[in-house]
């Protein structure tokens, strides 16, 4: 009876941990495929449960956090939003809390490095292909660009590459930490691969990951700290600056749009646009917002058109993790949603004082980039961004004892 029982758990595991070890490359095969992957992980996560009678996974302050604001994104959806994609999309958001658990726990029973090591060749994989259209213009796959100065890869015509980049680049590049100078160099690497995808936002949250890792992970003295974080900074600004397109991407782009919008001028481009749009929806619906995925639609309405800038503020989301929070599930969901990851980072943060575990602090500071405000951002409910942010929760909550796992 007993050895039946170790084989049921050996074939869960197996299975579970395949899944798990499939998500980087589901990810970059789209929205259907990584809907399927999360499903697969949560089912066999929820019979697991169910079988071994383990409901106190869910007996925790966050899980009740999460409840409350999926209740609420629903009941807003029906009371406030004005179409049906907008409660299907808030239905929808109870896997992103399962998947994390999901990973939670199985990194908390499994070997973690097993996973992450999977995921590096991955990551290796991708970084080396996002190299080679660098060169001949087009990807191994034969995917090429249609915007100028930005790598597709595996994309294709998606071109959010970027965003894959900064949401595996701290959990696999860390692996190689203790290999001395082998380390370095690897960021080094990485860091010149952030850069050629062409995407502004995305390198830059890469480069504060650097900055934070360096800084509190990195156990070299404070001297070596600083040196090699100027090193960075050399070594990027060369690399931009040798490159016709990257240079237009990075500094005229600048110049141009991002560095009036900072200095307070009114500019015509479209991030600047989104952003006055959705302050103008959250003054509008300041406690309830517009329901999720709804920004699409309320933003093309005659009374929102050229808001502050005369130029035109539509468009499928604001492009600011914060603003969308705000115009889309308003002072009340911010509120809650904000208070679970500063609940997580509390406990977090105090668990890595105790324990220097380095996965937890990789998945710490993820977050924190995440949030980081003004930065240009995907949309954090899109399936392809939320997959990746919650992969990472995920490693936070099941490196820590903010919930009981075992």
């Known amino acids: 009876m007993k050895a039946d029982r170790d084989n049921e758990n050996n074939i869960f595991n197996k ?6 070890c499939l998500l980087p490359i589901s990810i970059i095969a789209g929205s259907l495929v990584i809907n399927i992957n999360v499903i697969l992980i949560i089912l066999f996560f929820l019979i697991e449960i169910i079988k071994k009678n383990k409901y106190f996974v869910f007996n925790n302050y966050i899980v009740l956090l999460f409840i409350i604001y999926y209740v609420y994104l629903i009941l807003s959806s029906i009371l406030i939003a004005e179409s049906d994609e907008s409660l299907l999309r808030s239905i929808g958001v109870i896997r992103y ?3 994390s658990l999901s990973i939670a726990y199985i990194i908390k029973n499994l070997d973690q490095k097993k996973i992450l090591y999977f995921w590096g060749i991955i990551f290796l994989i991708v970084s080396f292909d996002i190299l080679f259209e660098y060169i001949f213009g087009e990807n191994i796959l034969g995917y090429k660009s249609g915007y100028h100065g930005r790598i597709a890869s595996f994309t294709g015509d998606e071109l959010n590459i970027g965003g894959y980049y900064f949401g595996f680049f701290l959990l696999t590049s860390v692996l190689l930490i203790k ?6 160099i690897s960021i080094l690497f990485f860091l010149f691969i952030s850069i050629i995808i062409g995407e502004r936002a995305n390198f830059l949250k890469v480069f504060l990951l650097v900055t934070f890792l360096f800084l509190f992970i990195y156990k070299i003295s404070l001297k070596k700290k600083i040196a090699s974080i100027i090193l ?5 600004v060369g690399i931009i600056a040798s490159d016709e397109k990257l240079s237009g991407r990075f500094y005229t782009q600048f110049q141009q749009n991002d560095l009036k919008f900072f200095t307070g001028i009114k500019t015509r481009t479209p991030h600047y646009s989104h952003y006055i749009t959705s302050i103008k929806i959250f003054k509008d619906y300041p406690l309830f917002g517009i329901g999720i995925k709804n920004f699409r639609n309320i933003s093309h309405k005659k009374e929102y058109h050229g808001t502050g800038t005369g130029s035109y503020g539509g468009g499928p989301h604001p492009h600011q993790t914060h603003l969308e929070l705000l115009s889309e599930t308003g002072l009340i969901g911010y509120f809650i949603l904000i208070s679970i990851f500063i609940y997580s980072l509390y406990f977090g943060i105090r668990e890595y004082v105790k324990s ?3 996965f937890l602090a990789c998945s710490i500071i993820f977050v924190l980039v995440t949030f980081i405000p003004l930065i240009p951002s995907g949309s954090f409910f899109t399936t ?8 990472n929760y995920g490693f936070l909550l099941g490196n820590s ?6």
């Open 179 to 184: 290999k001395n100078y082998l380390f370095p």
């Open 97 to 99: 809390l399962l998947l």
């Open 356 to 358: 220097k575990n380095i």
């Open 401 to 406: 004892k903010i919930i009981n796992l075992k």
């Open 15 to 20: 299975i579970i941990f395949y899944l798990i």
């Open 232 to 236: 960075f900074s050399i070594f990027t």
């Open 384 to 391: 392809y961004t939320a997959t990746i942010f919650w992969i």
